[in-house]
C-alpha cells in the first residue's frame, strides 16, 4: 500500500513540475527608447526603483 501511495505522489509531483500554465509571457518591448522620465518605465524591487530614459549609448536613469 505505502508503494502505492509513493509512486501515485511521485507520479504527480512530476506531473505538476512538467506542466506549463497557460500565461503568456510578461514582456513590455518598445520600437524607440523613452524621450523623457513621465513614459519611461518603472524598474525595481518595491524598496529601490529607477526610471531609465534616453537611449544609446546616453542612458539617464533616475533613481527613488
Do not use: C, E, H
Request: proline share 11%.
Amino acid at each position: 500500500m505505502r508503494m502505492v501511495i509513493y509512486l501515485l505522489l511521485t507520479l504527480f509531483s512530476v506531473s505538476a513540475v512538467l506542466s506549463k500554465p497557460d500565461q503568456p509571457d510578461l514582456i513590455i518591448w518598445d520600437d524607440a527608447p523613452a524621450a523623457a522620465w513621465d513614459v519611461a518605465y518603472p524598474v525595481g524591487n518595491g524598496r529601490l526603483g529607477a526610471m531609465p530614459f534616453a537611449g544609446f549609448p546616453r542612458d539617464y536613469p533616475q533613481t527613488a
